[in-house]
C-alpha cells in the first residue's frame, strides 16, 4: 500500500532485566546507517546513554552524537509518539526516519503492542516493524519458571537475540526451550552488540511462515490445510504456536464469528495472533492481527504477500491445545451476511454437550 510505505517503522525492544537491551542499542546508535533514530525510554536512566548526550532540548527530549533523539515516554506511548511526529513535521525535532521503543525489563509488551498497531494517533504515522527481544544465554533458562514475563516477551517476538553468547556459549537445551516459546522466530546470536544490523533489519510483519521451504524460519512445520492445524511447539506444557493454512476463503461474518469465539473461549490465553485471509464476499486478501483480547482492524492488501497465495493463520497461546484451536475454524466458513451472534451460541452450546 502507497500509505504504508510513507509511515515510519517502529521497533519495540523488550528483553528480561540483564539481557543486554542496552548493549545492543548503544551499539547499534553507533553504527551510520541508523543515523536519524528516535529513541523512546520509559526512563532516560534505563538503557545508560549518558556517553551519548550532548544537549537537551525542549521538554523531554535530549541529542545524541550520531544524529539520533531520545526521549521518554510523558504521559502515554501514544501521546508520546504523536508529539514527536508533531515536533518533526513543525521542525522543532531534526527529522528521523525510524523509532526504537525500549521497554523496561518487566514490561508485559501486549498493551504496547496494542498501542502500536490499534491506536490511530499511532497508526496514521507509524508502523511496528518488528518486536525484537534480547534473552541472556547465562541466565535464561532458569528465568523460565521464575519469572513468566521471560516466557511473555519471548512469545510474542519477531526476532530473539541471544546475548553474552562470548560468555555462554547457547546450549541445546536453551535452543529447544527457546523453539518450544516461539519456533517461529529466527534466533541470533550477539555478542557485546555485533549483531544489531541484524536484529533490526527491516521485517515484514505481513509474511507469514509457509512451511520447511520458508528460508526464513531455521525451524520446520507441516503444512496444514481446512480444518487441519499443526502445533509447532506441541512439547511444551504453556506457550504454544500453532500454523494453520486454510483453504477456503473466509466470510466477513465468518471473521466476526471466529474472533468472539477466539475471545470468549480463550480470553487472554490468546497471546498473539496475525493472519493473511482471503475474503469471499470480494476475493480481496486481508491482513489480521491480535494481541491479546484485542482484535485489531483488518487491513486491507494489494496481494498476496508471498508466493504461496493460501489463507493461513499463526496463533500463539498459552495452555491451549491445537485441537482445542482447531474446533474454532468453521467459524470462518460462515455464509456472507450470517449473524456471528448466532454462530457463538451455537458454540457455546456445543462445547457444553457431552
Known amino acids: 500500500m502507497t500509505h504504508e510505505k510513507t509511515l515510519t517503522p517502529v521497533y519495540l525492544l523488550t528483553g528480561f532485566l540483564g539481557s543486554g537491551k542496552s548493549t545492543l542499542l548503544n551499539a547499534l546508535l553507533k553504527m551510520p546507517a541508523f543515523a536519524n533514530t528516535a529513541v523512546i525510554v520509559n526512563e532516560f536512566g534505563e538503557i545508560g546513554l549518558d556517553h551519548f548526550l550532548i544537549e537537551q532540548s525542549r521538554d523531554n527530549v535530549m541529542l545524541l552524537e550520531a544524529g539520533c533523539l531520545c526521549c521518554t515516554i510523558s504521559d502515554s506511548l501514544h501521546e508520546t509518539l504523536a508529539e514527536l511526529n508533531a515536533r518533526r513535521v513543525r521542525g522543532e525535532v531534526p527529522p528521523f526516519t525510524r523509532v526504537i521503543i525500549e521497554t523496561t525489563g518487566l514490561a508485559d509488551p501486549t498493551p504496547i503492542l496494542n498501542t502500536l498497531i490499534g491506536n490511530r494517533l499511532v497508526t496514521d504515522h507509524y508502523r511496528l516493524e518488528a518486536t525484537i527481544v534480547t534473552v541472556d544465554a547465562q541466565h535464561a533458562l532458569a528465568g523460565f519458571d521464575r519469572h513468566p514475563e521471560v516466557r511473555k516477551q519471548i512469545a510474542v517476538a519477531d526476532r530473539l537475540v541471544l546475548t553474552k553468547s562470548d560468555l555462554q556459549p547457547p546450549t541445546p537445551e536453551l535452543l529447544d526451550a527457546l523453539r518450544r516459546v516461539n519456533a517461529l522466530a529466527p534466533v541470533i546470536t550477539c555478542t557485546a552488540g555485533d549483531a544489531a544490523l541484524a536484529a533490526f533489519a527491516a521485517l515484514d510483519q505481513r509474511r507469514l511462515p509457509t512451511g520447511p521451504a520458508d528460508s526464513e524460519h531455521e525451524h520446520e512445520h507441516e503444512h496444514v490445510h481446512t480444518n487441519h492445524g499443526h502445533d509447532v511447539n506441541r512439547h511444551d506444557a504453556r506457550i504454544r504456536a500453532h500454523c494453520f493454512q486454510i483453504d477456503d476463503p473466509a466470510s466477513w461474518a465468518g471473521l466476526a464469528a471466529w474472533w ?71 467459524a470462518l466458513a460462515l455464509p456472507p451476511g450470517a449473524d456471528p451472534e448466532s454462530f457463538l451460541i451455537e458454540h457455546q452450546l456445543r462445547r457444553k454437550s457431552p
Open 260 to 330: 468472539r469465539v477466539i475471545s470468549d473461549t480463550f480470553g487472554d490465553r490468546m497471546l498473539r495472533c496475525k493472519g493473511v485471509l482471503r475474503i469471499a464476499e470480494t476475493d480481496q486478501v486481508v491482513f489480521i492481527q491480535a494481541v491479546g483480547r484485542v482484535f485489531h482492524r483488518p487491513e486491507r492488501m494489494a496481494g498476496w504477500p508471498d508466493a504461496l497465495r493460501r489463507s493461513r493463520l499463526v496463533c500463539i497461546t498459552q495452555d491451549v491445545s491445537e485441537a482445542q484451536l482447531r474446533d474454532t475454524l468453521d
